[in-house]
């Protein structure tokens, strides 16, 4: 195999092979492979187990005369794009499958004819423009391949960017839309990706929800048609995550091929499977088409997000290992990238917007009596916000509530020892609020028609540069001082009536778009300004959790759901992509406020250590045992940390499958692994229960902290870890002793 070395003895290479006109990026987990087809287009041929390189793949590119239903170019009387596999593929000459882009040209249509006009090389990979995205730190650790495609007729340039990175089976892609014509042109559809599958064998899988049930897995089979998700609700959202994979049938999490998609994006998005009627899959990954109208003056230019690919044969735990991998060390940034997050408190479940500086510091001192290390103050603290109807836009104290200010306040906090963070929205503004009694026209919103409320507040037009920089002057504030070491930046509510009065007509179209610029650029500005804010995003918990969010803020709150059986499916499928120091989780109070359930209290810690980990209740309500339960729950997750949060996670036994769940983090080394096992309801007299593990070093020797058994590592993987009541250092059921809702966690320690 012709390779490429870098750095370190890691192959990676893009090649390109003159006589067929093919592209093969490879490294030595995976190939992609693309061609300038016949007519000049960019055809798909292949992504998958790394192939060998040789003189070209024009061999696998396939065409077949489709007969009497398929169109002919005039020219040639013989080709058509019908079901030919293609990267960039436009609507209405011939190919009747979803488009990839969608131009509206001066004269009305929308017909484009992109040819193949030249490719260059560069090691590393360049940013994106005003958007999140992947990076490589050294140059030797990707290679970015840039082609360029032209329409004679208008001018309209594309360049579509491929990276390959030195490991691992991701691509990163997206595209660059110049307007080298002289006419005004519309793009009203510019997917990041397209890319075209020769069969349809696959199973989609999607992650799914609502508010307070984020990122449950869902498995469907692909049928001849289209498969689709997306949100046009101007946020990511919890219904539908940025994310969907292809799962080759019997695929588990161990074992089989999974060809996976994901967004670098925090808005509108489509995503889909197009099976046509001669079996080959369009896969897609985008800005959402519905209203979006992008206006392309001559000179202009436009950056779509970027689509992040996984191939991996290593099952689902493989795909979501390289995501894991690549977020955490080369998405997210900053000085909290690759730092153990802080245990802390927040008092939103204990107090909702009912507290007094005097309330707060009582929780704050049990707080640091258990070792907790950041005290984070929620909504409440500023203007007239004393419940959800006042107050947003308005971000200075309220000294009723707190008459040190912030600043006093956190200046209390760190004399017990911990740090201070504050909850913030700053998107959303309540009309009761002096900010919208100054600029009702700072709002989204159609003049003469009837505007939707969500939570009793308005959202604010980000795609307006006075709106953000004003925002970003009461923010740096309130920072100034350097006493606020957090902050949780929240988003309640989706975006309606997506009008802006500082745009004409023709670009309106651009606002959705707009206001997503406008938030990464506030985010941007806050976080280089303040560089040692952790930021945690959270848009009604789970609601914009995706990967544009984590480029600039490391840790999102997964759910507004606490309770600890339901974050097991929460978190369980939010791993399938984001890595556990990106999960947001709390143990809080019961019964539990969001479905009144009473778990035990070493159940929701179990739960959340797979997570950043904190409390959300009123400590001084907890018993003295319990407070002494706390104590060593603290002390177990500053102990184990880094492992749950940075090591190698395994997805074992998934909670939408059966009452037991179970998934475990391994060391890089491999000589400490922590097992989370949780069972939902009790029962009496059950089978005997094992559950195979991963990753642990097979000739290593390891010692259970629970039974004390000692198993070898390749025992572990293959008869797997027992965990049959009574014989892990647990009750048996017989006894009594057991509940609904058990946990355990196994610490397994190589000991020689
Ligand atoms: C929604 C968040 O998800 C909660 O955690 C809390 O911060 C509230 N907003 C406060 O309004």
């Known amino acids: 195999m012709e390779k490429a070395a870098s750095e370190g003895g890691i192959y990676m290479n893009i090649v390109y092979h003159e006589r067929g006109r093919v592209f093969h990026l490879f490294n030595d987990s995976v190939s992609y492979i693309f061609m300038v087809l016949p007519h000049g287009g960019l055809g798909s041929l292949y992504y998958g187990k790394a192939l060998r390189d040789r003189e070209g793949f024009e061999h696998i590119f396939e065409r077949v005369h489709r007969g009497m239903t398929a169109c002919v170019f005039a020219d040639t009387r013989s080709y058509s794009l019908d079901a030919i596999r293609q990267e960039l593929p436009t609507y209405g000459s011939s190919d009747f499958r979803r488009p990839a882009l969608n131009v509206l040209q001066e004269n009305g249509s929308r017909i484009l004819d992109l040819q193949y006009a030249g490719y260059r090389v560069m090691d590393g990979k360049p940013k994106l423009a005003g958007l999140p995205a992947t990076y490589a730190e050294a140059e030797t650790e990707a290679k970015t391949l840039i082609v360029e495609v032209q329409d004679a007729l208008t001018g309209l340039r594309a360049e579509l960017l491929y990276t390959i990175f030195a490991t691992g089976g991701a691509l990163a892609r997206s595209v660059r839309y110049i307007n080298d014509g002289t006419e005004v042109l519309h793009l009203q559809k510019v997917m990041s990706m397209s890319m075209d599958l020769p069969d349809a064998d ?46 080759r049938r019997g695929t588990t999490e161990t074992r089989g091929e999974v060809l996976a998609m994901s967004l670098v994006y925090s808005g509108n998005f489509e995503m889909l499977a197009e099976v046509d009627n001669h079996g080959t899959t369009r896969l897609q990954a985008g800005i959402h088409s519905t209203d979006f109208d992008w206006k392309l003056v001559p000179g202009a230019q436009f950056q779509t997000p970027e689509a992040v690919l996984v191939w991996s044969d290593d099952g689902l735990n493989g795909m979501s290992q390289t995501y894991h991998r690549l977020y955490q060390s080369r998405l997210v940034r900053g000085q909290w990238r690759e730092k153990v997050r802080p245990i802390l408190i927040n008092n939103w479940e204990a ?28 909504d409440g603290w500023f203007g007239a916000r004393t419940s959800d109807y006042a107050g947003l836009g308005d971000w200075t104290v309220n000294r009723d509530r707190l008459p040190n200010g912030i600043d006093g306040l956190a200046e209390k906090i760190e004399a017990r020892g911990m740090k201070f963070g ?12 002096n900010l919208y009694r100054a600029h009702p026209d700072w709002v989204l919103s159609v003049p003469g028609r009837r505007k939707s409320l969500g939570r009793s507040q308005c959202v604010l037009d980000f795609s ?40 004409p007509a023709d670009r309106q179209g651009e606002v959705f778009h707009r206001y ?6 506030l985010y941007e500005r806050l976080t280089t300004k303040f560089p040692h804010v952790l930021f945690e995003s959270c848009a009604s918990g789970g609601n914009r959790f995706d990967p544009g969010m984590l480029y600039y803020a490391p840790q999102t709150w997964a759910s507004d759901n606490s309770d600890a059986v339901e974050r097991q499916k929460i978190q369980y499928g939010t791993s399938i992509c984001y890595p556990v120091s990106s999960m947001g989780s709390h143990v809080s109070v019961v019964p539990n406020h969001q479905v009144n359930r009473m778990t035990p209290l070493h159940t929701r810690a179990n739960t959340a250590y797979f997570g950043t980990f904190g409390y959300e209740l009123d400590l001084n309500k907890l018993t003295a045992e319990e407070i002494a339960e706390v104590k060593e729950q603290v002390a177990f ?32 080394d491999q000589k400490t692994a922590i097992v989370g096992w ?19 070093l097979p000739d290593a020797l390891y010692e259970n902290s629970l039974s004390g058994a000692r198993c070898y590592g390749d025992e572990l993987m293959n008869y797997g870890l ?4 009574g014989t892990a250092g647990e009750p048996n059921a017989e006894n009594g002793l057991t509940t609904d809702f058990e946990s355990r966690i196994y610490v397994l320690k190589a000991v020689e």
């Not at 107090?351 to 929620?378: H, Q, R, S, W």
């Not at 504050?422 to 609020?433: G, K």
């Not at 997503?516 to 650029?521: E, F, N, R, S």
């Open 202 to 247: 696959y199973d989609w899988l999607q992650l799914t929800g609502a508010w307070t049930r984020e990122r449950h897995i869902e498995i469907r089979p692909l049928t001849t048609g289209i498969t689709a998700i997306g949100s046009r609700r101007g946020h990511s959202s919890g219904q539908y995550n940025p994310f969907a994979a292809l799962l």
């Open 351 to 378: 107090t909702y917007f009912d507290f007094t500086e005097e309330k707060l510091l009582t929780i704050a001192d049990k707080a640091a009596e258990c070792g907790i290390e950041l005290f984070v103050l929620d």
């Open 422 to 433: 504050i909850w913030v929205e700053l998107e959303m503004v309540n009309e009761d609020s």
């Open 464 to 503: 307006r540069k006075d709106v953000v920089d004003n925002i970003y002057g009461q923010m740096e504030a309130i920072l100034a001082s350097g006493k606020v070491s957090y902050v949780k930046w929240d988003m309640n509510r989706s975006i309606t009536e997506c009008w802006s009065h500082a745009l």
């Open 516 to 521: 997503i610029l406008g938030l990464y650029d």
């Open 637 to 668: 997750m500053k102990k184990y940390r880094a492992i749950l949060q940075f090591g190698t996670f395994y997805r074992l036994q998934s909670p939408f499958e059966g009452n037991v769940t179970v998934w475990m983090s391994v060391s890089a």
């Open 678 to 696: 949780y069972r939902t309801l009790n029962r009496v007299n059950y089978r005997f229960e094992r559950v195979k593990l991963a990753g642990l």
């Open 722 to 725: 027992i965990t049959t009541d």
